[in-house]
């Protein structure tokens, strides 16, 4: 098993199984608080379904696999949305609410989680629109905004709860080169400032050389440190 200290995420001897499908077996690794690291590997060879496995989007079937305090063994459906307060994903085809306004997006996901005070909701939406360069956006429709910055505001919503791990699948993929390293740039902006943990895929390899950090690969079935 690839050792961490103090992780916030640890899989040992987790299969996860998709549709009585096995996509990865025996996957051992953890992951520190702050660290950032990548997961590469081959179209189709199981990433993304790493990631959903440790956003509790697929169920857990063998194995111990703890993400923060969360045994995800143990993990009743209707308890996820607490993962889910300290645990962010960024999807790869952003899953944004295109005829809504940028704020709109963003007010949704803090109303989902509790928020009420109207003050602190419309200071966070500033707080994180300004760190991403989106808030002289805050009232355009999504279906306006470029492809780089439709990912901008998915790193916003990800960020409004101030998350301990970020779980980014494929965050750079559908953007050129420019916009894919200015993302990789901003989460790096993220880890640096609020310490959070950083776990991403990609298949944008000239970016781990600019932007470098630990490299899991994702290939024959399972995942392996790389040195």
């Known amino acids: ?49 790493l990631m959903k ?11 111990q696999a703890r993400i923060l305090d969360f045994d995800l063994a143990n993990i009743p459906y209707q308890e996820k949305y607490k993962l889910r307060r300290k645990v962010s994903m960024i999807f790869q085809d952003f899953k944004l609410f295109d005829r809504w306004t940028v704020y709109k997006n963003l ?24 760190a991403v360069s989106l808030e002289n956006k805050r009232n355009r429709p ?24 970020i779980l980014a699948d494929e965050p750079t993929g559908n ?12 989460l790096f902006e993220i880890l640096q400032k609020e310490k959070t943990t950083i776990f991403l895929t990609t298949h944008h390899h000239n970016i781990l050389s600019k932007f470098p950090g630990r490299t899991l690969l994702c290939e024959d079935g399972t ?3 790389t040195h």
């Open 1 to 49: 098993m690839t050792r961490s200290n103090n992780p916030v995420i640890q899989l040992q001897n987790v299969d996860i199984v998709q549709e009585q499908n096995v996509i990865l077996k025996d996957v051992n690794f953890a992951i520190s608080q702050a660290e950032f690291v990548y997961l590469v590997g081959d179209s189709g060879a199981g990433k993304s379904s």
């Open 175 to 186: 953007l050129h080169k420019d916009a894919a390293e200015a993302t990789i740039r901003l």
């Open 53 to 63: 496995f440790l956003f509790g989007i697929i169920p857990h079937q063998s194995g």
């Open 142 to 165: 999504v279906y306006e905004l470029s492809g780089g910055e439709q990912q901008k505001l998915s790193i916003a919503r990800a960020i409004l709860n101030k998350p301990q791990i």
């Open 107 to 130: 007010l949704f996901v803090l109303k989902a989680t509790d928020w009420s005070d109207a003050k602190a909701i419309e200071h966070r939406i500033d707080e994180v629109l300004s």
């Open 223 to 225: 995942i392996k440190e």
